[in-house]
């Protein structure tokens, strides 16, 4: 079955970095695109990236270009975020998944003074 296992959140100061991982397991990693959502208590669950099989970046959301970065790496079957100067706005729980309709349980990022 597919296993999606989320890694990497954590408590940061505005302007801050964090790398945000996805260990995928049960299917063949390389031959799916994998997306990276967030969202923050009372609001709207929001697309922030996709990935193409072979490491394309096919979707990035408009606040966070130049700040994220979305990459794969398929012999290890890892999805990953590196976010970069980040933001307050940033702080809503991230999930990945696999064709939105395999999810993982999410990890919490903080960003606050």
């Known amino acids: 079955q597919v296993q999606l296992v989320e890694s990497g959140g954590g408590s940061v100061h505005p302007g801050g970095s964090l790398r945000l991982s996805c260990a995928a397991s049960?299917?063949?990693?390389?031959?799916?695109?994998m997306s990276w959502f967030r969202r923050a208590p009372g609001r709207e669950r929001v697309w922030v990236a996709n990935?193409?099989?072979?490491?394309?970046?096919?979707y990035l959301l408009d606040s966070v270009k130049g700040r994220f970065t979305a990459f794969r790496d398929n012999d290890k079957n890892t999805l990953y975020l590196q976010m970069n100067n980040l933001r307050p706005e940033d702080t809503p729980v991230y999930y990945c998944?696999?064709?939105?309709?395999?999810w993982g349980q999410g990890t919490q990022v903080t960003v606050s003074s």
């Open positions: 049960g299917f063949t990693f390389s031959r799916y695109v």
């Open positions: 990935v193409g099989p072979s490491n394309t970046t096919t």
């Open positions: 998944s696999r064709d939105r309709t395999s």
